[in-house]
């Protein structure tokens, strides 16, 4: 799997609106609980078990072309041969 996502402390983060979760276990054996809009199926936010206090947004769930760049960069190996990831970023695979 390969996406870019903002992870915001759930304390200072609230998603509105009607969504439908769908829970998976990730490679790490961790679960990760998806909530997804219910008319366009697009994944509004996930929640990961083992960082309770963290919620994660897709980042083109923000209609903001300014929205800072990724810091930290995981599972590179998987991403499609036309993405580049700057090398400044922490990287983790």
Same mark, same amino acid.
């Given at each position: 799997m390969f996406g870019v996502q903002a992870r915001f402390a $759930? *304390?200072?983060t609230t998603v509105e609106g009607p969504s439908?979760?769908?829970? $998976?276990?990730?490679? *790490?054996?961790? $679960?990760?609980? &998806? *909530?997804?809009?219910?008319?366009?199926?697009?994944?509004?936010? &996930?929640?990961?078990?083992?960082e309770p206090d963290l919620i994660a947004i897709p980042v083109g769930a923000f209609?903001?072309?300014?929205f800072p760049a990724p810091r930290v960069s995981v599972y590179e190996s998987r991403r499609h041969a036309w993405v580049v990831?700057?090398?400044e970023m922490d990287h983790y695979d």
């Open positions: $759930r *304390s200072d439908t979760g769908w829970i $998976r276990t990730a490679d *790490s054996g961790h $679960r990760v609980t &998806y *909530s997804f809009c219910p008319i366009c199926g697009s994944t509004v936010a &996930y929640q990961i078990d083992h209609a903001d072309s300014t990831v700057p090398s």
